[in-house]
């Protein structure tokens, strides 16, 4: 399977810190695409990074991305209780049509 | 309402038993895909469409049944529903396909008894 794994599989902060996922994936990607959920809805698109780019930003999101080691990470900074979801990494494997999603990395933001 | 909605979005069914579950977007994108969503498994492609009446396979299509006859619509039939396809079902559209986002719908829970 082309799946990514996400790590780590829960993290708690309190609010105001900077929350740090990682996703490795195993094959040659044309893009990588973060997605936010929220308890009980569907999935929200945060961030599409290609494969020749190795940093991008949105607001107070930042992604990573290392071809070489095949991981990437998502940084979001000065946390919000709102921020609270759980956030996907999804690949693009190369020449394919399909979005392949991790396991997920259940962020809990503590008032 | 602009969108993308998904009905019903509550389902409990018997094995056995034929279900639909429907799609609807009005963006007119040209993709739209189903996934479906399994503790321990992220989510996962059930099937996806291209353009109306152009539909492909995905990760997990075994027992399943797509038909696309109108662009903002995606219906996915269980032709005999069992036990296993107890999920939550997400349907999604894009403009694009896999090189850009793909939009979300609030998701179908359906129970096979």
């Known amino acids: 399977s082309q799946q990514g794994e996400e790590d780590p599989q829960a993290l708690s902060i309190q609010e105001g810190e900077n929350a740090t996922m990682n996703c490795s994936y195993k094959?040659?990607?044309?893009?990588l695409q973060w997605y936010r959920q929220n308890s009980g809805r569907g999935l929200v698109h945060l961030i599409l990074?290609?494969?020749?780019?190795r940093e991008k930003h949105s607001g107070r999101l930042r992604v990573t991305l290392d071809t070489s080691k095949k991981s990437s990470s998502l940084l979001i900074t000065a946390s919000r209780a709102a921020d609270t979801a759980s956030y996907f990494c999804?690949?693009?494997?190369?020449?394919?049509?399909?979005?392949?999603f991790g396991t997920g990395t259940r962020l809990t933001v503590i008032p | 309402d602009a969108g993308i909605t998904q009905s019903p979005r509550y389902k409990i069914t018997e094995t056995g038993r034929q279900v639909t579950l429907m799609c609807h977007q009005t963006?007119?994108?040209?993709?739209m895909f189903w996934y479906r969503q399994d503790l321990g498994h992220g989510l996962r492609l059930i099937y996806y469409?291209?353009?109306?009446?152009?539909?492909d396979k995905g990760e997990v299509p075994d027992g399943y049944v797509v038909s696309r006859s109108k662009t903002e619509n995606f219906p996915l039939t269980l032709e005999s529903a069992t036990r296993s396809q107890t999920s939550v079902y997400f349907c999604?559209?894009?403009?694009?396909?896999?090189?850009?986002?793909?939009?979300f719908g609030p998701g179908t829970r359906l129970t096979v008894t």
């Open positions: 999604a559209s894009s403009e694009v396909g896999t090189v850009g986002e793909q939009y």
């Open positions: 094959t040659s990607i044309n893009n």
């Open positions: 990074i290609r494969s020749n780019e």
């Open positions: 999804a690949t693009v494997q190369t020449g394919a049509n399909n979005l392949f």
């Open positions: 963006w007119s994108h040209s993709y």
């Open positions: 469409s291209a353009a109306a009446d152009i539909t």
